[in-house]
């Protein structure tokens, strides 16, 4: 709502470039709350469930659903700093083509591949709630595999962000042609896509790593390893986004 708003009321400059970058500023901020708003409600949930099945872990289940929640508000966070940026920079000095793909392409980057991560990492934390509601005394080792593999689901929305960061801050020559400007614009696309899945993976794996660590405390390890060579291969696409992304920013 803040980016909304700022983007409602304030009084940018008047030129192509400047409403290329605003354009990309919405579009990060948009999308990039979605996976944020999906995933919050998975730990939500269950907190709700288990409290009702056990209400003497109330305070504990409260308290493990507060840190999964603010773990899935990190994809919204690094959306609105490229909208930030995107609306606060100075991009007048660029020329117009090919750089206005590159601020869209930016926002579409973050935003896209912020929506996986924060459903996969509400995810995690949705499995740890029900798995500390079912038994107790796995508070310490169920939290622990939680965070462990909501930062490993966070992956793909760092790859957006830095491919973003890469078409903000990267300096490029004035093209004549269509395919400079859509070289840009597609490396936004590949990564932002490309984050979607990779996300929502890694999370399927930590929510079933969360729940059976709560029914089976001495297999922790073995699940422990079980999920990050799962997640690792979940995480292989993502890296194929990436890779094309750079290609195409790079040498195309």
């Given amino acids: 709502m803040i980016v909304a708003l700022m983007l409602l009321f304030i009084d940018f400059s008047n ?6 970058a605003l354009l990309g500023a919405g579009i990060s ?5 979605i996976g ?11 907190a709700c469930i288990g409290t009702a099945r056990q ?3 109330a305070g504990s289940i409260t308290t493990n659903m507060l840190i999964g929640s603010a773990v899935c508000q990190t994809p919204a966070i690094f959306s609105m700093v490229v909208a930030l940026m995107l609306m606060f920079m100075k991009f007048s000095h660029a020329p117009l083509n090919p750089t206005w793909a590159a601020l869209i392409g930016a926002g579409i980057s973050t935003g896209l591949a912020a929506i996986g991560s924060g459903i996969g990492g509400g995810m995690a934390a949705g499995g740890s709630c029900e ?10 080792q169920v939290t622990t595999i939680m965070l462990v593999g909501q930062a490993v689901a966070q992956t793909p929305s760092i790859f957006g ?10 300096a490029f020559p004035e093209a004549t042609t269509v395919s400079a400007a859509m070289a840009l614009l597609g490396a936004g696309i590949s990564m932002g896509f490309g984050g979607i899945g990779p996300g929502i993976g890694n999370g399927m794996a930590a929510e079933s790593a969360a729940k059976w660590v709560a029914r089976n405390l001495e297999k922790t390890g073995d699940l422990m390893r079980t999920m990050l060579v799962g997640q690792a291969v979940s995480q292989s696409t993502a890296i194929y ?12």
């Fill in 29 to 33: 901020m948009g999308f990039g709350a």
């Fill in 131 to 140: 798995g500390i509601s079912r038994q107790p005394r796995s508070v310490g």
């Fill in 36 to 46: 944020s708003g999906i995933g919050s409600g998975f730990p939500a949930g269950e």
């Fill in 55 to 57: 209400p003497e872990l």
């Fill in 15 to 20: 030129d192509l470039i400047t409403a290329a």
């Fill in 241 to 252: 986004a990436m890779v094309i992304s750079l290609v195409l920013i790079f040498v195309v």
């Fill in 161 to 170: 962000l830095l491919v973003s960061f890469i078409l903000m801050f990267k």
